[in-house]
T-cell receptor
Framework: GESVGLHLPTLSVQEGDNSIINCAYS??????FIWYKQESGKGPQFIID?????DKRQGQRVTVLLNKTVKHLSLQIAATQPGDSAVYFCAEFYNQGGKLIFGQGTELSVKP | KAGVTQTPRYLIKTRGQQVTLSCSPI?????VSWYQQTPGQGLQFLFEYFSETQRNKGNFPGRFSGRQFSNSRSEMNVSTLELGDSALYLC???????????FGSGTRLTVV
């Protein structure tokens, strides 16, 4: 079936620590993956993306890792800040349906 | 530049009524997709419009419909509302040939 799921529904970290959010996907044919951040009352906001021909991509304080062998995606946030508190979704672009398939989301809580 | 604009932000409707939601995409974005977000089902794809034509459709009943105008603005309609239709409805737009979806803040629909 089509599904993208997250291993951990909630994650609580201390300010300044690194955060890792994981995601499993099922469509080995998908060639594009995205991480979104959703704050309360807002729509999903793009964080970082990666194509299937890559295994790592870095942005500002964020890194996405893709392991196609085990169909696993992760988002690493360095020096997590209170402003990073939100729900994080991984999404897979499903070419055959022309749509994004979202994971269930992980709520990240950053303690000051 | 202006983002994706969705109106209204909040709606309360009674079972059996119908509702129309509106989405204005980013200028230059001709693809508009709609998603339903609920606590139980997460983010689910409703449909995508491009050049005034529905290009892809998710697994929702026929009560859910949409359309796109020549200026790329899109509307979605839900007829014969059910309590289970209560959700945040999100619109996302992108340029053709890219994967860069930008989401609006959504319309929160409550059916009573």
């Amino acid at each position: 079936g089509e599904s993208v799921g997250l291993h951990l529904p909630t994650l609580s970290v201390q300010e300044g620590d690194n955060s890792i959010i994981n995601c499993a996907y099922s469509n080995s044919a998908s060639d594009y993956f995205i991480w979104y951040k959703q704050e309360s009352g807002k729509g999903p906001q793009f964080i970082i993306d990666i194509r299937s021909n890559m295994d790592k991509r870095q942005g500002q304080r964020v890194t996405v890792l893709l392991n196609k062998t085990v169909k696993h995606l992760s988002l690493q946030i360095a020096a997590t800040q209170p402003g990073d508190s939100a729900v994080y979704f991984c999404a897979e672009f499903y070419n055959q349906g022309g749509k994004l398939i979202f994971g269930q989301g992980t709520e990240l809580s950053v303690k000051p | 530049k202006a983002g994706v604009t969705q109106t209204p932000r909040y709606l309360i409707k009674t079972r059996g009524q119908q509702v129309t939601l509106s989405c204005s995409p980013i200028s230059g974005h001709r693809s508009v997709s709609w998603y339903q977000q609920t606590p139980g089902q997460g983010l689910q794809f409703l449909f995508e419009y491009f050049s005034e034509t529905q290009r892809n459709k998710g697994n929702f009943p026929g009560r859910f419909s949409g359309r796109q105008f020549s200026n790329s603005r899109s509307e979605m309609n839900v007829s014969t509302l059910e309590l289970g239709d209560s959700a945040l409805y999100l619109c996302a737009s992108k340029r053709e040939g890219s994967y860069g979806y930008t989401f609006g803040s959504g319309t929160r629909l409550t059916v009573v």
